[in-house]
């Protein structure tokens, strides 16, 4: 089959549970926007979302978050060629753009985590070239920075090659009691638990794939639709989400999805993962799979997210890195692609 017959299908089903791709009412150029999903989770997708300004052009878009205002926040981690070099770009619900900021988190912006304290919200970001996690407002001034975790045992000495063992921060999550997990997703696969002061109070997880053992612990999230909060934990090389009590004891495995690398919860239980092998995944309050959306996880995925945005199929994602709800529960996928991509699913 042709190219151009291939697009001339108005209906494309995906393998397993993904449901078909049909293509939806034209937008003001004359085209057509895709369809995905079905019944309550039906969703229009916009690809390229949000008028960024000239002067910024993107590099891989990591992290995406919404503030009460219904601003959204994207953390990527800017082009070579961007002639301006901040890594934060915010746009209104509208996708307008509001402003940018964050230069030094160029080559490493990562994971991005927004909680209300008190009567103000602040941003927890990662950085993964400096190996740092920064707590700030949502304008960018810093309330404070921790460094390597110098504090925790396996930390504190060299490892068998004699050097430092590696530490490289991808995401982190907070619990209702303010205390934060942060995700070694990029170093040695450990986790590292401190209060709302930034004070050291333990580690757990390690390299293995052993109950307990993380290899890539890349997202995480305080899940806290049950009975009791729980960590959720993207333990993404293992190819499985691993859950953990807040003291870091393993609860159990939850399954199905390919490379998990993060979460966000609605406020009706439904849970985001997305999946870097081509898939955005819906659980429901249960954790069970409700569909697999834009799947496109028997292409050359890893070779595509290095070419033009020519090269990125409507409605199909490609290497999907971050994604958040918003407050109407549209969902926001921003995609590890050299030249990143925002796509905004409008609930229909």
Known sequence: MTPASRRGFLTRFATGLSAPLILGAAN???????????????????????????DIQYGNTHGVCEDSRGRIYIHHTVYATSEKQDSMVVFDHKGKFVKSWGREFKGGAHGLYIRREGKNEFLYLCDIKRGVVVKTTLDG??????????????????????????????????????????????????????????????TFGGPGNAAGQLLCPHGIIVDARGRQPVLVVADRTNKRIQRFTLQGEHIDFLYGTLAPCHFNIYKNGDMVVPDLFARVT????????????????????????????????PGKFVCPHGACFDHAGNIFVVEWVEVGRVSKLRKV
Do not use: C
């Open 141 to 202: 001034e810093e309330v404070f920075t921790l460094g390597y975790p110098k504090e925790a045992e396996p930390y504190s000495k060299p490892g068998p090659d004699g050097k430092q063992l590696k530490y490289s921060p991808t995401n982190l999550a907070v619990a209702p009691n303010g205390d934060f997990y942060v995700g070694d997703g990029y170093g040695s696969s450990y986790i590292n638990q401190y209060n709302s002061n930034g004070e050291y109070i333990r």
């Open 282 to 313: 819906l659980m429901d309050s249960e954790n069970k799979i409700i569909t697999n959306l834009g799947d496109d996880s028997h292409s050359q995925y890893m070779e595509t997210r290095k070419l033009t945005r020519d090269h990125f199929k």
């Open 28 to 54: 003001k150029s004359g085209s057509r926007k895709p369809i995905l999903g079905s019944g309550e989770h039906t969703y229009e997708v916009t690809h390229d979302w949000g008028e960024l300004p000239r």
